[in-house]
């Protein structure tokens, strides 16, 4: 039952790492360059928009449980005596902690927060908000194709 467990989650892993990978990379090849085409009062209007419309109960869920799976994987694989796929899950779960958790929360959403209550033109706003936001989204939708990685190099290990 344990090792039945073990694989759910360790799938479950690759999963909801593959999904934040895959939304950050949409972002950063097609929402912000989408947005950066139109004018900045629309692409401000747009962004607040998204911003709003993405804080909702399915991404918040997949959100924080992408770095909880791998790291429960990953003490789980250890109590199995399979140490070197129990850290490639750890490795994979400080991570995306690091890289992408860390940084959303502590660049990505306090920018989203500035802009939302940003005054003045929405050319300078944009100009302020997008080349910033686009290079912390790339990090952090690097640390998470990364994880994913080291969570597939989990499982083959395992």
Do not use: H
């Not at 692409?43 to 991404?59: D, G, T």
Request: charged fraction near 10%; avoid cysteine; proline fraction near 4%.
């Amino acid at each position: 039952m344990t090792n039945l467990v073990t694989m759910a989650v360790g799938v479950l892993s690759v999963l909801l790492l593959g999904a934040m990978a895959g939304l950050f990379f949409a972002f950063s090849t097609s929402v912000m360059p989408g947005l950066d085409a139109i004018e900045p009062e629309r692409a401000v209007a747009a962004m607040r928009s998204a911003n709003r419309k993405i804080l909702n109960p399915l991404f918040l869920l997949m959100f924080l449980a992408a770095p909880v799976a791998p790291i429960v994987t990953g003490v789980l694989l250890m109590t199995q005596d399979r140490t070197d796929a129990g850290v490639a899950f750890l490795v994979a779960g400080g991570v995306y902690v690091v890289g992408a958790f860390v940084v959303t929360s502590g660049v990505n959403v306090p920018m989203n927060n500035a802009l939302e209550a940003g005054t003045g033109s929405a050319e300078r706003l944009w100009a302020d908000y997008s080349p910033r936001w686009q290079r912390w989204n790339l990090i952090r939708g690097l640390a998470s194709f990364v994880a994913l990685g080291i969570a597939a190099v989990g499982l083959l290990l395992w």
